[in-house]
């Protein structure tokens, strides 16, 4: 089996079918062991490759069948990008009947804490990715529109068709409660519709064994409340699946040729060990980092920075991010002063803090040397040396810069994955 550059995943049979009638109507199920899928190619608008595409059905809602079904079809189909494209509630007064929403966040409502009268909500979160979000916000709105093939049930034009950004709540419900969708919209403020898969897909898409970018694309077919039916419903996955090829054609990673692995670099000497300890979201003790690294490591004698912001957050919340990032600013030069006494040694970083906080500290610790960084596992509990050296693969440009730069500077280079982010 001959892996994909995109696998787009629909819940219902009306889903699956708008995409197959807009991209290929002719295409035959193919089946792999348990696995049931539909093959075929798109030519770029824009692009000079081809986009290898497979269609996927869950055939249940919910995230659990999702997870699953998403899981299995990433490992054996191996897309280097997943797009789960169907219908949605949406939230009246933010997205219209027939609109498309593009999450750029999926939060897991189901998850909560019982309380003595109520619940309180302790949703997940996964953030979209960042590129296919840049690439969807490119795509002009009069293009995506006239691929749709389905009339309006209102009689209206399709060009009356918005495109909307922002979060999607998923959960395990079936919502017809304009109170409850109230309380989701509480929760999060800029709450723009509701479903049921997209959180199982995107753990699965995260969770794969290599990386694969998320973008979930849902048209409106109701408003979630008493007066929910079916009359919008193939308007609506008319409409998604149409921005979703249109996404495709137009913008989609491809897979990059292989290249021959690098060399591994030559493994290093050291006679010391510089511990930075950024205590922030969590407290860890210092036994459980040191369990994590290497044995030419744990024999070393230690030298710690202590970077201790853990009283700056309530809840797994920032609270002072000013006094946050003083604390954090001395980094720098405390690791500067200790290589310039110690040049033969080597620096390990834990932390869990947020993006920003971890930018300034990548960003303060990027010209060093001999840095080994390590991953806290939460199901697990225990750190993981990420790796590090040893043969990889040559980094390929996807899309080229926008502007020259001229002149000298730093340059700042994003290396993206799936993200996750739990409250």
Known sequence: MQPVDLLIVTALAIERDAVLRQ???DAPARHHG???YYHFSLGGETSQQTVQVALVMLGQMGNVDAAQRASMAIEKLEPQTVLM???AGGVKDRASLGDVLVGDQVLYYEQATRLTGGTQLRPRYFSADGLLLDRAFDISRSDWQRRIDVHRPDGRASAATQLCFGPLACGEKVIRDSVFLQDLVDEQPKLLGVEMESFGVALAAARASHQTRFLAIRGVADYADSTKDDAWHEFAAAAAASFALALAQAAMPTRAPRTQPAAAPPVPKHDCLILIRHQSMEYFREAEYLAALPPELQSLPVRRIEVDQSDLYRDGRLVDPQEAARRQWNLASQVTDLTRRLPDAAIAYYGIAHIP?????????SNKFAIYLAEHDRYSAQWTLLEKGGPIEELGLEMPLRESIAGDGDVVLRCQGPT????
């Open 85 to 87: 494209v169907g219908i």
């Open 23 to 25: 991209a290929a109507p």
């Open 420 to 423: 996750h982010r739990e409250q």
């Open 34 to 36: 348990a696995l049931t």
């Open 357 to 365: 906080l971890l930018f300034l500290a990548g960003f303060q610790l």
